[in-house]
């Protein structure tokens, strides 16, 4: 029996794994938003930083990219059908985190005490 290719399943969770995937996901969320606003909502994002993640957001099919032809240039970012399903899964993966918070500290308080013998 062959092994399914996980590719792009390890390739999810570094794209989901990066440090301002997430923050950008969430400020998406609320709706449409240009640049700015989306640096705003984050904060602490270097420029270079957000167009990168935008990029790579944009490239999967979970963020839509939309230019207008004004003066000047308006550049707005939303969602996509896609990208709000990515956003239900991190929540999802977000409360599991939360509620478990006691039952993982008590786990790593265990394997550090077995690892200290």
Do not use: C, S
Request: glycine share 8%; no cysteine.
């Amino acid at each position: 029996m062959t092994q399914p290719d996980l590719t792009i399943v390890r390739e999810m969770f570094d794209l989901t794994g990066a440090r301002w995937t997430v923050p950008v996901l969430v400020a998406l969320e609320t709706g449409r938003m240009r640049f700015g606003e989306i640096a705003r909502d984050v904060g602490g994002v270097a420029q270079k930083q957000l167009a990168a993640t935008l990029k790579d957001l944009e490239r999967d099919g979970f963020v839509l990219r939309t230019a207008f032809a004004t003066i000047p240039p308006r550049v707005e970012y939303e969602l996509t059908e896609l990208g709000e399903e990515l956003v239900g899964g991190v929540k999802q993966l977000g409360a599991i985190a939360f509620h478990n918070r006691e039952r993982i500290a008590t786990a790593r308080r265990e394997f550090a005490a077995r690892a200290a013998v």
